[in-house]
């Protein structure tokens, strides 16, 4: 009988690839905020890991008071708050951390499914294909072969999402569609001024007129997104007519800030 030898020698380790997104260069990081949202993260994370296998995935559980933690699936690093701190407080985290880990690309997801994983790859292309520093994925803009807009709002809401369009418009002369979504995906630039100062509360219109007056290019892109199943929405529809007045007045206030240093000085 053939016996192996005492000592075989062990196989040679093949070097980890670096994770990159699709067949897009540079390393992509995937945030996902949470906040009770147990009911619907898991599968949010094994969509993303079908669609976007060479990207990195962080789940903020933003102080969630469920089982939030505990259903996000193995092997997939948790980033949990103490306490918590809204979706800007929560994004922030993750760009730290992504700044820290020198990531090329950021994408910003919700843990509510409201975002579909298979719609990912419209962003980072459109990052990587154009000059923008900032891709935000609309509700309203029509599909290339579609002229009708891929979602349509309650009456309400599409009222309030109408009065914040027209007020970012007026104050930076772009017109973003969906000043509100929170399916974007940024460059190293922008990580690293996310990373430094972030807007509180529902930072998602702040930012277009932040990056803008800093020089930031802001672009958007054509996306689908389903309506959420489970969990609460950050803004309920009580809230919405408050929700309307503080982003006006953060807005107002934002035209006195400079929280980021203009994207030439980063330029060499």
């Known amino acids: ?6 000592n075989p020698s062990p196989p040679t380790p093949h070097p980890t690839p670096q994770p990159k997104c699709s067949e897009d260069p540079g390393k992509c990081l995937i945030i996902i905020p949470a906040y009770n949202e147990s009911a619907s993260i898991a599968q949010v994370v094994n969509d993303l890991r ?5 990207a990195d995935i962080l789940v903020i559980d933003d102080g969630s008071t469920d089982n939030t933690h505990k259903a996000v699936p193995s092997h997939t690093p948790i980033l949990r708050l ?9 994004m ?3 760009y730290r951390y992504a700044s820290i880990h020198n990531y090329d690309i950021a994408l910003q997801i919700d843990g509510d ?3 579909p994983a298979d719609q990912a790859h419209k962003l980072i292309t459109k990052l990587t294909e154009s000059n923008a520093d900032l891709i935000i994925g609309s509700r309203f803009l029509p599909n290339d072969n579609d002229n009708d807009p891929n979602y349509t709002p309650p009456a309400t809401r599409a009222a309030g999402i109408g009065v914040i369009r027209t007020l970012v418009r007026l104050l930076t002369g772009l017109h973003i569609t969906d000043c509100t979504s929170g399916f974007r995906a940024c460059n190293r630039d922008v990580i690293k001024a996310f990373a430094h100062w972030y807007p509180e509360d529902y930072p998602e219109p702040e930012v277009i007129l932040l990056l803008h007056r800093a020089g930031f290019n802001i672009h958007e892109t054509p996306v689908t997104m389903r309506p959420r199943t489970t969990g609460q929405t950050s803004i309920p529809f009580l809230k919405g007519v408050f929700y309307i007045l503080k982003v ?5 206030l934002d035209l006195s800030r400079s929280p980021w240093p203009n994207k030439k000085a980063n330029q060499p």
Do not use: W
């Open 92 to 94: 922030q985290a993750g």
């Open 50 to 54: 079908t669609h976007l296998p060479h």
């Open 1 to 6: 009988m053939h016996k192996p030898p005492n």
């Open 113 to 115: 499914g409201q975002h």
């Open 248 to 252: 006006t007045f953060a807005l107002l």
């Open 82 to 90: 103490p306490f918590n701190l809204g979706i800007g407080g929560a």
